[in-house]
């Protein structure tokens, strides 16, 4: 296997402040309204079913009330329809900054991670960017954000990562949220609004800064040594089968000691646990010591996979201060094709 001891992709503009509703709340809108219509439709039928003339002797007269199966299909229609509210920009005033944020309060929002997760991530982007489901795998939660984003590769455009510590330009996060040429997929938030330019000159500030953790800028590391984020993470399903796997810990570890040993990749068959072909090259994620990734020599095949770090033993880690690893980490993830 090959070992690197450094490594170095967000898979998500400025907007005018337009006083036309946002998408997202045209279609709550509509949705409501049309939940509303159906709703009394349904009502209506159940109380006061339409009259049919006499039906001749021997013909079946029609059932004139509601059946028991219409009423979970329309309630899944409305919640299909209402669901489409949910993670398009909500958390951003109509000038695309955050709410409590640059817009109203020039002084809350500043060019630290924490002031970025607590005005931006939470309130604008984890209603989708959470869990199993998170799109291309980017966790935006407290828990995860940072292991996710700082030195890790883009899954939508692995030559770039999303960010890459001290040069905004070349984070694919910023691209993303500004929107333009370059990017796959959509501009970030999905459907708006966007992010204001003031709010972009935070997060580039942040990132040309350094892109410093939380944690850096208190200046301490506590707790015991453990696994603190992992992508793709447990139970989840990806179609990708080549990019990095992110195994995340709450103090930087020894890197002397990591191995494909320490961390462990394996395929789960039918037969037993195999190793993965090819096996995997291991770096640290760059600007983010704390962050190991395990990218496969060759792209995973369809199937299930089990990513362990086990605590005991010889191959068990330890972080730079020689504190072992206080419990092992078991997850499993599935890649549902091949590239």
Not at 65 to 94: E, H, I, M, W, Y
Not at 194 to 201: A, K, M
Not at 255 to 281: Q, Y
């Amino acid at each position: 296997m090959g070992r690197e001891t450094r490594g170095g992709a967000l898979g998500a503009g400025p907007t005018s402040a337009r006083k036309l509703r946002p998408r997202s709340q045209h279609v709550c809108v509509r949705g409501a309204r049309l939940g509303f219509i159906i709703g009394e439709q349904i009502k209506a039928r159940e109380v006061n079913p339409p009259a049919h003339p006499p039906a001749p002797t021997g013909v079946r007269q029609p059932n004139t009330t509601t059946s028991k199966s219409a009423r979970p299909l329309a309630v899944s229609f409305l919640t299909s329809v209402l669901g489409a509210c949910a993670g398009n920009g909500q958390g951003l005033d109509a000038n695309g900054d955050p709410v409590n944020g640059v817009s109203t309060h020039p002084h809350a929002l500043a060019a630290d991670f924490k002031s970025i997760q607590d005005n931006v991530f939470t309130p604008v982007c984890v209603r989708c960017h959470s869990g199993a489901s998170a799109p291309q795998g980017l966790q935006l939660d407290e828990a995860h954000s940072y292991a996710l984003l700082v030195g890790v590769p883009s899954a939508e455009q692995p030559a770039l990562n999303r960010v890459t510590a001290g040069d905004p330009n070349s984070s694919y996060i910023i691209r993303k949220l500004q929107g333009g040429p370059g990017i796959s997929g959509e501009q970030m938030p999905l459907g708006g609004p966007y992010l204001s330019q003031g709010t972009l000159n935070v997060i580039k500030q942040w990132i040309s800064d350094g892109a410093q953790s939380a944690a850096s800028a208190g200046g301490q590391t506590t707790g015991a040594f453990a696994v603190s984020a992992i992508s793709p993470p447990d139970g989840a399903h990806v179609r990708v089968g080549a990019r990095p796997i992110v195994v995340a810990f709450n103090h930087e570890p020894d890197f002397s000691r990591i191995s494909e040993a320490s961390v462990r990749l394996e395929r789960v068959t039918p037969e037993g646990i195999r190793e993965v072909p090819g096996g995997v090259m291991l770096t640290l994620a760059g600007g983010n010591p704390a962050t190991v990734l395990l990218t496969p020599r060759l792209a995973l095949a369809s199937g299930v996979y089990r990513l362990s770090v086990p605590a005991a033993g010889a191959d068990s880690l330890a972080d730079v201060n020689a504190q072992p690893l206080a419990r092992s980490h078991t997850s499993e993830f599935t890649v549902d094709d091949a590239p």
